[in-house]
């Protein structure tokens, strides 16, 4: 590999993808010369044909990648860093970023600055747009409601206890302290810490604060994004957060805005500090209707009701932003102390508080859209991971926590389940025999999905691959649905539905 060349075409590239001006190429020239370890530039005129076409930096990606190990820059530990570093350098600063997103959204609109910001992320190799093709989804209809279902090829389980642990390891002097820190913004990366050099980020100021957004590298769905406050705090959804997520859909009324709970269990996966996440997507739970209506004395000018979804769930929606935030505030406030020990649910044990919820906003028009999931940590001794977290029967499928995004009907499945499913389909239509004993064997792969494997055989030989197939879909599907419900604080029965009107009742709200 010629660096001259490559250089010539990182330039053809920077032009035609990540705006770089014209009188910036010379300047930019002999820095990736320096880089690239190469004394003098390419002698005559280069070949740059398709640089313009590409749709994404992965063909130049390689090419850095064989002309770093070539001339000794760079080995299979640190080549990622390498061509992110190359990337960073390509792409405009920070305060470019800012300037031009405010520019466009002044003038053109919230969606057309997030346009012009997610493609130049895609174009820089930030977000890894190849790699999220690759990952497995499907629908699934249940009923009124409908489930999105994913295998995520590049995301590792993480155990509760993980998570957990996370929250209360000593921070040290670790730089940057965590993988959201607002110092990761063109942070080089090391063996144990991603590169972020080409990590771009827009500012905002949510309930007063400094925050910041970035999209994920690796979405879960269209125009992925974090919002993510500047100081290093861990989460704490209170009665300030509808503010914050309020504040969030003024700027970006393009997208819904939401938060994990701010406890282990029923958290997302990186509680010690502040995040939300959003997107452009139309999550699941947007589409589900209301199972009962509520009014408010208080708040007249407000739609409330329970949804029928299958977590337990209350939307309202306003026109008036002040109603909004103050019923949410309400909500928030009261379910930190409701008790009903009926349907399991203890608001604290001691000091221990095991009461929380995930908020979600939008904005429909001029209407705010605010929903709130209710959520509880509890364990026992029939459910050590959680009373109300994926029970048992389920954890071969799913065994996380089970945060915003999967509570609004997207499941993250791990990655380990594309081998299995396909293993468990060979066995269904005879391609592999069926040896239960060995299936009982811990270090089988297919040993967690022994009494699935048992269940299916049980029904009957599939034909083929197709209906093997099919079959472990269906199984999945219907798992997925069961995880919900087990979330949920109020079950669908005479308990369930009693301690949610009482809840509802808290709230000084009465049914229509």
Sequence with gaps: MDGKLLTERLLAYARAHLHMQECDVDYM??????????DSPYDGEADVSGIAEMDVPDALFAELKEYAFEAGLADEESAERFCADIFGILTPL????NADFERIRKSEGAQAACDDLYALCVKNGYIQKTAISRNLKWD??????????TVNLSKPEKSNKDIAKLLTAPQGKKYPKCQLCKENEGFEGTASHPARRNLRTVKVTLGGEKWFVQYSPYAYYDEHCIAINEAHVPMNVNESTPVKLLDFVDVFPNYFIGSNASLPIVGGSILNHEHFQGGLHLMPMHGAGYAKMYRS??????????????????????????SVEGFAAKAISAWRDFSCPECDILCR?????HNAVSPIARKIGDTYSFTMILRNNRTDEKYPDGIFHVHPEYQNIKSEGIGLIEAMGLFILPGRLKRQLESIARILCGKDAYDKDALCDKQNDLYVHRNMIAKLT???KAKDMAEAN???????NRVCAHILDNTAVFKNDGNGRKGFSQFMSKLSLEEI
Aim: include cysteine; glycine fraction near 8%; aromatic fraction near 10%.
């Design 297 to 322: 004395a208080e708040y007249p000018d407000l739609t409330v009701g329970i949804l029928d979804w299958y977590n337990s769930a209350i939307r309202f929606e306003g026109k008036d932003r002040k």
């Design 349 to 353: 044990t001691g000091e221990t508080q």
């Design 470 to 476: 099919a079959r472990c879909e269906e199984y999945v």
């Design 29 to 38: 020239r002999n820095v990736l010369l320096s880089r690239l370890k190469t």
């Design 94 to 97: 920070p305060s470019v970023i």
């Design 140 to 149: 699934y209809q249940d009923g009124k409601n409908r489930l999105e279902i």
């Design 458 to 460: 049980a029904e009957g």
